[in-house]
């Protein structure tokens, strides 16, 4: 019995969950292995916790563990958390990668992983070769980003390792559509989208539109992929139109690039109108204070920073370029920018920010949007009817 998928295209899409034939036959919880860098800025660790949470939550046949990637400046107190939310949780060397590999390796076998999810690169290499070695069955890659940083080297081991995967995971259809520009069996590559927490915004509708600051937030991380130059730039020509909104940049990320965009903002004269706020404890409630929220941006897989500005009830702004146009619908739940355009963001966010009605419009059609398709929920099923689909297969056949 092979698995689940409905094809479309190119690329497949996560069916509906297994028959109850099917989940009779598991005798045992399928145990899912969830491998991600441990920097709790990023859009793949965050996704890979949100899963773990949710199988842990729903108390069904799925029984995950989460392990990560140390990183550099890796937060002790957030792991703490983590385990003191019950959520069960490892970590293993950044460098070199072979003490990654060997130490996820006998992690997968204590755990008897029966499926491991690597996501993220360059994490799906170095999970996928620990699979391997401790032998799982059932290794899955998840790709976060239409675009990411491969070196020939590298590229040439993602596809060897393709041989040797069950299953490729995009995040959105631009994802999915980079995947098989790059070679990947294409009746291996399946879609499921992003998911939020939408109870985290349940309030956002006790907050009224017009009683929110009339100032703009964006949740990114400083790094390459992100483009607050843009926005601070775009910033600078509102001041120039009479505009000052308040203006909050909520993420950690790389100091050399924050350095960068602090600089920017001191050379445009935006030094005290500008909050440089760092890693924020309550997202929601950040983006629930205000009335737009902003993702300037050089490229997307499905960025979870826009589905939460428009679960929040925020008028969202976003950087026209491929996993962006699949959250954004342009003019009808927010507004959809040339990336990498400051005059044109200028002119898009002194529209909203003159036109109020309009403004809180688009915010109430952006947050109809988020609940309608966007819920923690339905990612969670799709993983979860994926790995019952691949554990089935192995278990059934081996019988």
């Not at 590999?101 to 204590?110: K, N, Q, V």
């Not at 060897?160 to 959105?172: D, I, K, N």
């Not at 920018?337 to 920010?353: F, I, K, S, T």
Request: with cysteine; aromatic share 4%.
């Amino acid at each position: 019995m092979g698995m689940v998928l409905l094809v479309t295209g190119p690329v497949a899409v996560a069916a509906a969950p297994h028959t109850a034939e099917q989940f009779a036959r598991q005798a045992k919880p399928v145990r899912v292995l969830h491998f991600v860098t441990g920097g709790f800025s990023g859009g793949a660790t965050q996704v890979a916790i949100a899963l773990t949470r949710a199988s842990l939550a729903a108390g069904g046949p799925v029984q995950p563990l989460l392990v990560l990637r140390s990183k550099l400046g890796i937060d002790p107190a957030r792991i703490a958390g983590l385990r003191e939310q019950g959520i069960p949780v490892a970590t293993v060397p950044r460098w070199p990668h072979l003490a990654t590999i060997l130490r996820l390796a006998l992690i997968c076998r204590s755990f008897r992983a029966d499926v491991l999810i690597a996501h993220g690169y360059s994490e799906h290499l170095w999970g996928r070769y620990a699979g391997l070695l401790a032998g799982v069955k059932n290794l899955v890659q998840v790709e976060h980003n239409t675009r990411e940083r491969y070196t020939p080297f590298r590229r040439l081991q993602a596809r060897w390792l393709a041989r040797r995967t069950a299953c490729f995971v995009g995040c959105s259809q631009a994802v999915c559509d980079a995947l098989f520009k790059m070679g990947l069996p294409a009746e291996r590559i399946m879609a499921i989208p992003n998911g939020i927490g939408l109870e985290r915004f349940s309030s956002a509708e006790m907050r009224p539109f017009s009683l929110r600051i009339p100032g703009i937030v964006m949740v990114a991380r400083f790094s390459r992929q992100k483009d607050h130059a843009t926005l601070l730039r775009a910033i600078a020509l509102l001041r120039g139109r009479g505009l000052r909104p308040p203006v909050v940049l909520a993420g950690g990320g790389k100091r050399v690039h924050r350095d960068a965009a602090q600089a920017l903002a001191n050379e445009l004269g935006l030094s005290g109108q500008v909050n440089f706020m760092g890693v924020c404890s309550d997202v929601p409630a950040l983006l629930m204070d205000h009335q737009i929220a902003v993702l300037s941006t050089h490229h997307e897989g499905m960025p979870l920073a826009l589905l939460e500005g428009m679960a929040a009830g925020c008028a969202v702004v976003g950087s026209d370029v491929q996993g962006v146009r699949e959250v954004i619908h342009h003019g009808i739940d927010g507004m959809l920018v040339a990336a990498g355009d400051p005059a044109r963001l200028a002119l898009v966010l002194e529209g909203l920010l003159r036109n109020r009605a309009k403004a809180s419009a688009l915010a109430a059609r952006a947050r109809e949007s988020a609940i309608r398709q966007s819920g923690l929920d339905l990612m969670n099923r799709r993983y979860e009817s994926l790995c019952l689909s691949l554990a089935s297969h192995h278990r059934v056949g081996s019988a």
